[in-house]
């Protein structure tokens, strides 16, 4: 087991991973704990592709390990995608073996990292990845994890690492949807990310003056949807948007038809077709209600792409510093938030199985209800 250091002198050389999934701009929140790291005169090693670098050092023509130099650092670009790649995501204590046997690999990898006397780890992660982290840091591992999630999903802090960048890229295309849309006088349905919580979708809705926003914490009626439409829908106004969160639920829509999608009377809440195939699910049903042409788009999984914004860059370099300050501090299990105006260090037990979603007082709800935009009515 590795021993849990408590004393900020201790630590030597600490490493830091990047769990599953591309965000872009990952290199800054690397240069913000490198830089931070090498101040306080320790060394600092990124591995590969999650834990990937350590258990499987073979596979790398590097060992799977790089060691975070200044020289490396400075030569990194902050705007670009993480040099140490990412997480496969794959959980190292359920790791499915060639014969399809299951095995656990936490031991091996807190051996591993024990022998490469790493004193500590800084992991960037998402909701899943906090799971794990939790999970080896009850079993020894001296860890500090910083959020990153596309949907701004995970608890206890303000802002998760990736989700500026991605809101401005969906609003981006989304503003074109909306053109295309007025141009053909037709109704966009557009799909986004947005599985659990509807931050994107309502964000992105209110910036591109959307008609209506829909997602997963307002289950709602697609008979009231294309009611509201009807309303907007006018000689002058030929043209409407519909934004569809991924994870949007519904009350009147019938799953077991999805060659022919209907809406029925009010029910319990079910949920559409998977993610990549709700805003034709959407789209389809809504066109038997209105006689305006309603054509789909998925615009979801093209936001993780992009340039990182200046905010995500800046943020970046303050997770990463952040986390260096809470190892100084001998904090451990636990995760960098920003609480703005401050980065806090909030024990894990705090963010993990936790999804934040969209609050029913929320500011943006009232917002988005100001502007005329339907959001469906929460049960």
Same mark, same amino acid.
């Given at each position: 087991?590795?021993?849990?250091?408590?004393?900020?002198?201790?630590?030597? #050389?600490?490493?830091?991973?990047?769990?599953?999934?591309?965000?872009?701009?990952?290199?800054? *929140?690397?240069?913000?704990?490198?830089?931070?790291?090498?101040?306080?005169?320790?060394?600092?090693?990124?591995? #590969?592709?999650?834990?990937?670098? =350590?258990?499987?050092?073979?596979?790398?023509?590097?060992?799977? =390990?790089?060691?975070?130099?200044?020289?490396?650092?400075?030569?990194?670009?902050?705007?670009?995608?993480?040099?140490?790649?990412?997480?496969?995501? *794959?959980?190292?204590?359920?790791?499915?073996?060639?014969?399809?046997?299951? *095995?656990?690999?936490?031991?091996? =990898?807190?051996?591993?990292?024990?022998?490469?006397?790493?004193?500590?780890?800084?992991?960037? +992660?998402?909701?899943?990845?906090?799971?794990?982290?939790?999970?080896?840091?009850?079993?020894?591992?001296?860890? +500090?994890?910083?959020?990153?999630?596309?949907?701004?999903?995970?608890?206890?802090?303000?802002?998760?690492?990736?989700?500026?960048?991605?809101?401005?890229?969906?609003?981006?295309?989304?503003?074109?949807?909306?053109?295309?849309? #007025?141009?053909?006088?037709?109704?966009?349905?557009?799909?986004?990310?947005?599985?659990?919580?509807?931050?994107?979708?309502?964000?992105?809705?209110?910036?591109?003056?959307?008609?209506?926003?829909?997602?997963?914490?307002?289950?709602?009626?697609?008979?009231?949807?294309?009611?509201?439409?009807?309303?907007?829908?006018?000689?002058?106004?030929?043209?409407?948007?519909?934004?569809?969160?991924?994870?949007?639920?519904?009350?009147?829509?019938?799953?077991?038809? %999805?060659?022919?999608?209907?809406?029925?009377?009010?029910?319990?809440?079910?949920?559409?077709?998977?993610?990549?195939?709700?805003? %034709?699910? +959407?789209?389809?049903?809504?066109?038997?209600?209105?006689?305006?042409?309603?054509?789909?788009?998925?615009?979801?999984?093209?936001?993780?792409?992009?340039?990182?914004?200046?905010?995500?860059?800046?943020?970046?370099?303050?997770?990463?510093?952040?986390?260096?300050? @809470?190892?100084?501090?001998?904090?451990?299990?636990?995760?960098? @938030?920003? +609480?703005?105006?401050?980065?806090?260090?909030?024990?894990?037990?705090?963010?993990?199985?936790?999804?934040?979603?969209?609050?029913?007082?929320?500011?943006?709800? #009232?917002?988005?209800?100001?502007?005329?935009?339907?959001?469906?009515?929460? =049960?």
């Amino acid at each position: 087991m590795i021993q849990v250091l408590g004393h900020a002198g201790l630590h030597r #050389r600490v490493a830091i991973n990047v769990g599953a999934g591309f965000i872009p701009g990952m290199n800054s *929140v690397l240069m913000g704990a490198a830089l931070a790291g090498g101040k306080l005169g320790w060394e600092m090693i990124g591995i #590969r592709d999650g834990f990937e670098g =350590l258990l499987h050092p073979d596979r790398y023509p590097d060992g799977g =390990l790089v060691t975070l130099s200044p020289e490396l650092v400075e030569n990194l670009d902050p705007a670009t995608g993480g040099v140490l790649g990412q997480a496969p995501g *794959v959980d190292p204590s359920q790791v499915r073996t060639a014969n399809g046997e299951e *095995v656990d690999l936490s031991d091996a =990898l807190l051996t591993r990292l024990r022998a490469e006397n790493i004193d500590a780890l800084i992991s960037v +992660v998402g909701g899943q990845g906090l799971g794990i982290l939790y999970k080896l840091h009850r079993r020894g591992l001296h860890a +500090v994890c910083i959020p990153r999630s596309i949907e701004n999903d995970i608890a206890a802090t303000a802002i998760s690492f990736g989700f500026n960048s991605a809101l401005s890229t969906t609003i981006e295309m989304l503003n074109k949807a909306y053109q295309a849309a #007025r141009s053909a006088r037709k109704i966009a349905v557009v799909e986004v990310l947005g599985e659990h919580a509807g931050w994107i979708a309502l964000q992105a809705g209110i910036a591109v003056r959307a008609d209506v926003v829909l997602m997963p914490e307002i289950p709602c009626a697609l008979k009231h949807v294309a009611a509201r439409l009807k309303d907007k829908i006018s000689a002058r106004r030929p043209y409407g948007l519909v934004v569809v969160a991924e994870g949007a639920k519904f009350v009147d829509y019938t799953p077991a038809q %999805e060659d022919q999608p209907s809406v029925n009377a009010l029910k319990a809440p079910l949920s559409p077709p998977a993610k990549g195939h709700i805003a %034709e699910a +959407v789209a389809a049903a809504l066109q038997q209600l209105i006689a305006t042409e309603i054509y789909p788009l998925v615009i979801g999984p093209w936001a993780r792409g992009g340039n990182p914004t200046a905010l995500d860059q800046q943020l970046g370099m303050a997770y990463g510093a952040g986390a260096v300050q @809470a190892l100084k501090a001998g904090q451990n299990g636990v995760m960098v @938030a920003f +609480v703005p105006p401050d980065i806090k260090f909030v024990p894990l037990t705090e963010a993990i199985d936790k999804v934040r979603t969209v609050p029913a007082d929320s500011e943006f709800l #009232r917002l988005a209800q100001s502007l005329g935009i339907y959001l469906g009515t929460r =049960l």
